[in-house]
């Protein structure tokens, strides 16, 4: 079953933790995207990355970092810099000027 | 600045009554635009995209350029369209990122 699979579904971390949230995609799509997606403001770009070993900014790219090691795997870490981490998550993928496939989210509540 | 806008946080309507869900953007060049919805505890989806032309579940958008909008209508509104529905543009020469707007609550009432 081809798709983008998101991990862990809810994830809990106490302030000042960093913490990763995992993205695997088996569509061999060139292009993953990260999103946040809070109430009222819809999504928000955070990095995306068009081929392996390379990706850019979004527009809230400030406390988020990634790596795409692989064409599979796009995994984004939420450092202690991020000042409002509790959010959902949302992952994507798109190769050739298909639309966005999305993943379920995951939901990171920070205490 | 490149933005999308969605003027209504909810819309509520009774089944069988036409719908529309506004859409607003700013983008420099040529963009796609896209309407996505998110059905309750299920991924965010494609709805339809404007090179499409097509309608799908009854929805229909149009890309007015001169107004810079792109809404989404349905002459019927069903119980199963209540859901969250997003609107975005964006395009290939920008590395095939989106641009969200904020999302609009469509609720169907029996």
């Known amino acids: 079953d081809g798709g983008i699979t998101q991990s862990p579904k809810y994830l809990f971390r106490k302030e000042g933790q960093n913490v990763t949230l995992s993205c695997e995609q088996n569509l061999n799509h060139d292009a993953m995207y990260w999103y946040r997606q809070d109430p009222g403001q819809g999504l928000r770009l955070i990095y995306y990355?068009?081929?392996?070993?390379?990706?850019q900014k979004g527009d809230i790219a400030e406390g988020y970092s990634v790596s795409r090691e692989k064409k599979e795997s796009f995994p984004l870490t939420v450092t202690s810099a991020q000042k409002n981490p509790t959010a959902f998550y949302l992952c994507?993928?798109?190769?050739?000027?298909?639309?966005?496939?999305f993943g379920n989210g995951t939901r990171l509540t920070v205490t | 600045a490149q933005r999308v806008t969605q003027p209504e946080k909810l819309l509520s309507v009774f089944k069988g009554a036409p719908v529309e869900l506004k859409c607003n953007y700013s983008y420099s060049g040529s963009p796609e635009l896209f309407w996505y919805v998110q059905y309750s505890r299920q991924r965010l989806q494609l709805l339809l995209r404007h090179i499409s032309r097509e309608s799908i579940k009854g929805f229909t958008a149009d890309l007015n350029k001169g107004e810079t909008s792109f809404h989404l209508k349905k002459p019927f509104a069903q119980e199963e369209d209540s859901a969250m529905y997003y609107c975005?543009?964006?395009?290939?020469?920008?590395?095939?990122?989106?641009?969200f707007g904020q999302g609009t609550e469509l609720s169907v009432k029996p």
């Open positions: 990355s068009q081929i392996v070993n390379d990706f």
């Open positions: 994507a993928s798109n190769t050739g000027g298909s639309p966005l496939h």
């Open positions: 975005a543009c964006g395009s290939y020469n920008q590395g095939g990122k989106l641009i």
